[in-house]
């Protein structure tokens, strides 16, 4: 109980003292979390959507390797990456292990299957005729998954929310292929891990609560959002 | 198909079954050290002998030297093994660490890339080669507040250097492998204990260039989490655990861990022929053992 105590007050402390290094990790965090749910998006609705709407073999066996891709733990996407890119790996020559661009491509591999499979599951629930119906109305090809694309809005933005809460809480792929350098690669939840690992519990406490308030404002903000387009 | 899935659905619980019984009747400790211990596989060994004279289950939480010291000092261990004798002190101090013997060393290594930019290869004084390297070369760091890191800050200190101040100096915040690992990614030197360079030295492109200065050595100790401040500590079980460690065939056998694996031992046994008395590197063993590598 009084290590809880401490770790709020910690945090406070933190906050307001302005400690550079936690302003640095704080935007560090949301930069590489933030690009990697962009592009995540870029590619996910596209995917979903064809999902949903194409009729195509194989389709199911996509979606079953979607709804896998969801719960792959980030850990082990991070194995695969820092692979991929570790100097022996077949990337190597990049010169990206160890980098922020490394943090962001691993974390936009466990946020595309989150966005892609949300969007296809909101996008089918809407009523099957509705392209048809745009279609007889005389709406173009664009025009038509426009209009779609706003009836899905309240799934679309809850797949934002399901990816960007994945990425920015997660810790096994940014440990492994960013490295955890202090002042490069250190994000939120990777300090977390060595300020428990070196006993400042009241610290580890302190930047957990500050990744809780970063992860509840970015939510509400894309949850007024949401509720706003429903009224 | 129905009786089968009920005689799946036990499975998991099956590991916890002959756990149960064991574990009561002989006690338990909880051993708070550091990630070298588990990392090179001795405590894997150790602690099931242990058992088997004893009857008492240990259970090693393998974390940095400074979170190990913490636990000892917050009452979540029993008993610590740990190498950081300066940081040790001031637990002794305190008064949450009591009955503390010297158990074994192993030493320390500067490796880096082949090239040698600061040219320190074959430097025999560490401090000298850190000052070097600070000045003509670029470092990475555990930055965990493990024991090798605090063995670094104390060569920059010895170097005169201020880490802060070396502009191509980075921290990793995490254990030895992963630390090697990007080192090695990077070419950059790094400080590393020898039992854990040797698990991964056929991964790396560094090599050992700075050894066998007594400065490098990395005493390991044990101590007593005091009940007298914490009550809730096992102090005889504990007690028992620290005697065995310094047991003389306990101390032969450490000797001989790892040379099969790894060609030579990754310790070597302190407890018969120092003072138990903690935070007192002795300086002349340090030498012999450098030598006897």
Redesign the interface.
């Known amino acids: 109980m009084d290590d809880l105590q401490h770790g709020v007050a910690e945090a406070f402390r933190l906050l307001v003292t302005g400690d550079p290094e936690l302003y640095q990790i704080i935007a560090r965090t949301l930069a590489i979390s933030t690009v990697a749910t962009a592009l995540a998006m870029l590619a996910g609705i596209p995917l979903g959507y064809g999902l949903a709407r194409g009729r195509f073999p194989g389709r199911t066996v996509l979606l079953s390797a979607v709804n896998t891709g969801m719960g792959v733990p980030p850990v082990v996407v991070g194995l695969v990456v820092w692979l991929l890119l570790?100097?022996s790996g077949p990337f190597g020559s990049l010169g990206l292990?160890?980098t922020k661009q490394a943090m962001v491509l691993a974390q936009f591999v466990i946020a595309t299957p989150l966005v892609v499979g949300f969007t296809a599951a909101s996008v089918q629930s809407l009523p099957v005729e509705l392209p048809d119906l745009l279609y007889t109305l005389g709406a173009g090809r664009l025009r038509r998954l426009w209009i779609v694309a706003g009836e899905a809005q309240l799934g679309l933005l809850a797949a934002i929310m399901a990816g960007f809460g994945a990425v920015i809480s997660e810790v096994g792929a940014s440990?492994t292929v960013g490295?955890?350098?202090?002042?490069?690669t250190?994000v939120l939840t990777?300090?977390i891990?060595?300020e428990?690992?070196?006993?400042?519990?009241p610290v580890a406490l302190a930047l957990g609560l500050l990744l809780l308030a970063l992860a509840f404002v970015v939510n509400a903000l894309l949850t007024i959002v949401q509720q706003r387009q429903r009224s | 198909m129905k009786r089968l899935l009920c005689a799946l659905s036990i499975l998991p619980a099956l590991p916890a079954i002959p756990a149960l019984p064991a574990a009561k009747p002989c006690g338990e400790i909880t051993l708070a050290t550091t990630t070298s211990t588990q990392d090179t596989g001795l405590l894997d060994s150790l602690l099931p002998m242990f058992k088997r004279e004893t009857c008492i289950e240990v259970k090693p939480i393998a974390?940095?030297t400074?979170?190990?010291?913490?636990?000892a000092r917050r009452g979540d261990a029993d008993a610590v093994l740990v190498h950081a004798p300066e940081a040790e002190k001031a637990y002794v101090e305190s008064g949450d660490l009591i009955e503390g013997r010297r158990i074994m060393h192993n030493d320390f290594l500067i490796i880096g890339p082949t090239g040698d930019p600061a040219r320190v290869r074959g430097q025999k004084d560490a401090a000298l080669a850190m000052k070097a390297i600070g000045a003509g070369g670029s470092f990475v760091s555990r930055?965990?507040?493990s024991g090798t890191e605090k063995k670094e800050l104390e060569l920059w200190k010895a170097a005169g250097v201020s880490p802060a101040s070396i502009a191509q100096r980075?921290?990793?915040?995490?254990g030895m492998g992963?630390t090697l690992?990007?080192a090695?990614?990077?070419n950059t030197y790094t400080l590393t204990d020898r039992g854990t360079y040797l698990a991964f030295k056929d991964k790396l492109s560094l090599v050992p260039l700075v050894e066998g200065d007594p400065r490098l050595l990395n005493i390991y100790h044990a101590y007593v989490v005091n009940p007298g401040k914490h009550p809730t500590a096992h102090r005889s079980e504990a007690a028992r655990f620290v005697r065995y460690l310094t047991d003389p065939k306990v101390q032969e056998w450490i000797g001989q861990f790892g040379r099969a694996k790894f060609g030579q031992p990754l310790f070597v046994p302190d407890a018969q022929t120092t003072s138990a008395k903690a935070g007192q590197p002795e300086e002349t063993s340090g030498r012999s053992a450098a030598r006897s590598r």
Not at chain 1, 179 to 184: A, D, E, H, Q
Not at chain 2, 66 to 71: I, K, P, R, S
Request: charged share 25%; glycine share 20%; net charge neutral.
């Open positions: 570790s100097r292990i160890y440990m490295g955890n350098l202090r002042g490069s250190r990777t300090a891990v060595t428990t690992g070196r006993g400042n519990l | 974390v940095g400074g979170a190990a010291l913490e636990m930055g965990d507040g980075e921290e990793t915040g995490q992963a690992l990007v090695d990614a990077r």
